[in-house]
């Protein structure tokens, strides 16, 4: 096992072609080859409002996700139809070049409030995301009661909250606490 | 390449690139294709020709690994039979570049808005490639068929060739502050270049040409500051443009994504259609079943007078809806127009 640089594991990530080597790297380790020098990357994807928040981590058996991305994606002003199209291309665009190799989405779920429009919406948007992951890599849906059910004995609120469990749990600094869902969704999914 | 001599049937010039012309050819396997050529300059040694093939060559190289939506590919490089140019050989995009729409005309902020999210994507794909274009600018911007915007010319510029080979005109109008001062390419660099490309689309050649040129005052240091905006161009976009085009890099927009964010956020109504001429600039747009103008005349540097009015699509009478009361100042037309076109 060897370690390569970050500029050169980048390269690595896309074949001659552009195309993203990840499923390449998979069957090489099914055949029984050495290829842990590159680790999976998955993204941990939280839609609200007309935002998605996307937490790019590498995951590596035994070790806590390391952060290599947070960041949030807005849907742009004006045409709607136009602005979904923006927000599908992108995060295709992202999850393609980046070799992102699993996507979980927050699923929908019943609120205790009335259901208004902002809602329907904010559920539009998270149908594009999803579809858009799901063109690129494997996608899972999970609900925040079905972490709670799931992972550790806590519910997940409580995970998010508690800076302690970051400290230990998840290497990045630069994780925003608000992002925090979105990579709690990446520890539920490495649990399953 | 030096292996491998061209076969390519060339035709007709369709545009000057950095480097050389371009063409339309055919080729055995793709068609229809364009074709940039690079000729050597009778003046240059022959190491130096020899050299700057080279590294063409291993540019080449990162080309191939480049297929993606908003990049126009590559399909190879291969020597002309004489051995004194290059031929690039990529696809045509039949829309032709950006260049001759920031000729014609400024261009809408919806419309510069569509641009702007075509070549972030395809920017985005080249930085997480670990690669930097170095050359953002409207030439290098292509419409496909389907009106897309495309990336074009990435990784045949070095930087030794940014400063020390450029002098097409217009080029150096994109070389960011930082480059100029003996600071390598970079990201933010690209980030930079985009914002001087957005910043011409919006504007046209014929506002861009009335200022001195950049080039000659980039290096000074705030340059952003410097920008002359037609009155038209909401203030969110001025805020975003500038953004892309601080002195400090620390302070510019750091990444692709942060200028989507940025992008997302920008208003896209009013949309005015815009025309720059000598004397006159002329406004419009489309409100329920109406047009609305707006006219302003510069009778010189410094008197300029003002009016709007509304016309029917189909019948019915103008109604003027604004002017300036009589020749004022240029400054107070601008504060005026400022007022009535983004109310």
């Known amino acids: 096992m060897f370690e390569l640089s970050s500029e050169l594991a980048k390269r690595l990530r896309h074949d001659f072609r552009g195309e993203p080597t990840s499923s390449i790297y998979r069957l090489h380790r099914r055949r029984g080859f050495e290829v842990s020098f590159l680790a999976d990357r998955w993204v941990g ?3 609200s409002g007309k935002q998605a928040t996307l937490v790019d981590a590498e995951v590596v058996d035994g070790q806590p996700p390391r952060l290599q991305n947070d960041l949030h994606m807005k849907l742009q002003s004006g045409d709607r139809a136009e602005a979904l199209a923006v927000m599908s291309q992108q995060i295709t665009n992202y ?44 996608t899972s849906i999970k609900k925040t009661g079905v972490i709670s059910r799931t992972y550790g004995s806590r519910k997940a609120n409580e995970y998010i909250e508690d800076d302690e469990h970051w400290n230990t749990h998840f290497d990045g600094d630069a994780l925003k606490k608000g992002s925090r869902e979105a990579a709690l969704l990446l520890l539920a999914e490495r649990e399953d | 390449m030096s292996k491998f001599k061209s076969n390519l049937a060339i035709g007709k010039k369709i545009d000057n690139g950095h480097f050389g012309e371009v063409h339309m050819a055919d080729d055995d396997v793709h068609g229809q294709v364009a074709v940039k050529i690079i000729r050597r300059d009778p003046n240059e040694d022959d190491a130096t020709w020899q050299n700057m093939k080279k590294e063409f060559m291993s540019e080449a190289q990162l080309l191939a690994k480049a297929a993606h939506p908003n990049i126009v590919p590559v399909y190879h490089l291969v020597e002309s039979n004489d051995g004194q140019s290059i031929q690039y050989c990529m696809e045509y995009c039949s829309g032709g570049s950006l260049k001759s729409i920031y000729e014609a005309r400024p261009q ?90 957005l910043y011409r689309l919006l504007h046209g050649e014929a506002w861009y040409t009335e200022t001195d040129l950049p080039r ?21 976009w001025r805020r975003m443009i500038r953004a892309m085009m601080y002195d400090d890099t620390d302070r510019r927009l750091q990444s692709v994504g942060q200028v989507q964010n940025a992008l997302s956020r920008l208003p896209v109504s009013p949309d005015w259609a815009c025309e720059v001429r000598r004397a006159e600039v002329e406004w419009s747009r489309q409100s329920g079943n109406r047009v609305v103008w707006v006219l302003l005349n510069r009778h010189s540097s410094r008197k300029h007078e003002w009016r709007s009015w509304s016309e029917p699509l189909t019948t019915g009478r103008s109604k003027t809806l604004a002017r300036s009361e009589g020749v004022i100042s240029a400054s107070q037309a601008k504060k005026e127009l400022e007022a009535h076109l983004l109310p």
């Open chain 1, 95 to 138: 999850l393609r070049e980046n070799g992102i190799e699993r996507v979980v989405v927050k699923g929908s779920s019943a609120g205790k409030t009335a259901m208004k429009l902002s809602h329907l919406e904010s559920a539009e948007l998270r149908g594009v995301v999803i579809s858009s992951a799901a063109s690129v890599c494997d």
């Open chain 2, 216 to 236: 000659y005052h980039i290096r000074d240091g705030n340059f952003c500051d410097r920008l002359k905006w037609l009155p038209h161009i909401p203030k969110q």
């Open chain 2, 108 to 197: 809408s902020i919806s419309e510069v808005r569509k641009i702007a999210n075509d070549v972030l994507l395809g920017l985005d794909a080249l930085h997480a490639r670990g690669m930097i274009h170095r050359d953002i600018k409207p030439g290098n911007i292509l419409l496909d068929g389907n009106g897309t915007a495309r990336i074009a010319d990435f990784g045949l510029v070095t930087d030794r060739i940014v400063l020390g080979y450029a002098s097409q005109q217009g080029y150096k109008d994109h070389v960011a502050y930082e480059v100029w001062h003996g600071k390598g390419t970079s990201v933010r660099s690209d980030i930079w270049a985009l914002g001087m490309t």
């Open chain 1, 45 to 47: 994807i939280v839609v």
